[in-house]
């Protein structure tokens, strides 16, 4: 069965080098600071760390859509907190 494109995405962006299998992390903190790792380290984003890192999440949450476990997506939505706090743009 061949790869959806978006797997292909989230495996080889363009614009960050993601850690292998950081999605599927049950620790937020992790997937966020892997996230601003790979942002910041990057020579092929167009936008800043914060920016990049953000979209590549909320596009690995909005592709995964029905499909993805609501214990999954409360992970992941952790994460994007998370995220605000490693880049100092905490809401709270």
Do not use: Q
């Not at 959806?4 to 992390?25: G, P, Q, Y």
């Not at 993805?68 to 907190?81: G, T």
């Amino acid at each position: 069965m061949p790869k959806k494109w978006s797997a292909e995405v989230t495996e080889k962006s363009d614009a960050l080098s993601l850690e292998e299998h950081i999605f599927e992390s049950g620790d937020p903190a992790r997937i966020a600071c892997s996230l601003k790792r790979s942002a910041e380290n990057s020579d092929r984003r167009k936008s800043e760390p914060f920016r990049s890192a953000m979209s590549m999440l909320t596009f690995y949450i909005n592709r995964a859509g029905k499909n993805l476990p609501a214990e999954r997506k409360k992970v992941l939505e952790k994460a994007k907190v998370e995220l605000r706090r490693e880049f100092g743009r905490d809401t709270s």
